[in-house]
């Protein structure tokens, strides 16, 4: 299973795009990328995932790396409701299982 | 459609009782999956089932624990006796594909507080 390394938090503005770093240097060429997020009490929602192509959605974009040893979340135009946890997820296990991390606390600013 | 419902949102019980949690997955979705937050920690893997199958259970913790999946509906988490260190919240997830490509739908989370 893919390790991965995130800040621990990162704030930004409302209205403003927001770019959330994730390295997954051990990720291996056949496993997604997925993106995962939590608001305050609520259980986590998917947001986004990807193999080797940038993808967008109405919730965000990712941008893979080429040598897809990191990735990052893209919030367009952040706003209040976005603040939250996200997990990036190098993997999940032949079991289907999500591995969490500790992810990204992002507070935004009125 | 109805999400993935999780019952009771919250519960308070003593030492040595017996609790039991249940979630409701979407409709359709074959795999359900438990999952907890102990103690400011991450959120921990408990087990998978696919229809009324446990398809892995290495998460869970101890034998107190017993997950069922009768009929490969609904999903019940039992545990029996409860110590202090279950507490936490517990989440339920659901998918209708399962691998390594699934979006898992997840309920709310059931908090269990231990006293």
């Known amino acids: 299973d893919a390790k991965t390394t995130q800040p621990n938090s990162m704030e930004s503005n409302e209205e403003e795009p927001v770019h959330l770093p994730c390295n997954h240097s051990?990720?291996?060429?056949?496993?997604?990328i997925h993106w995962y997020r939590q608001l305050p009490s609520q259980g986590p929602e998917y947001v986004i995932h990807g193999l080797t192509s940038n993808v967008n959605n109405r919730m965000a974009s990712l941008a893979i790396a080429e040598d897809r040893k990191s990735s990052t979340l893209i919030l367009h135009r952040a706003t209040l409701r976005d603040a939250a946890v996200y997990y990036c997820i190098g993997s999940y296990s032949s079991a289907s299982k999500i591995i969490f991390g500790s992810g990204t606390r992002l507070s935004i600013r009125p | 459609e109805a999400g993935v419902t999780q019952f009771p949102s919250h519960s308070v019980i003593e030492k040595g009782q017996t609790v039991t949690l249940r979630c409701d997955p979407i409709s359709g979705h074959d795999n359900l999956y438990w999952y907890r937050r102990v103690m400011g920690k991450e959120i921990k893997f408990l087990l998978h089932?696919?229809?009324?199958?446990?398809?892995?259970e290495s998460g869970m913790p101890n034998n107190r624990f017993l997950a069922e999946r009768t009929g490969g509906t609904y999903s019940t988490l039992k545990v029996q006796p409860a110590e202090l260190e279950d507490s936490g919240v517990y989440f339920c997830a659901s998918s209708q594909t399962s691998g390594s490509y699934n979006e898992q739908f997840f309920g709310p989370g059931t908090r269990l507080t231990v006293l």
């Open positions: 089932f696919v229809k009324e199958s446990k398809q892995d």
């Open positions: 051990t990720i291996s060429g056949t496993d997604y």
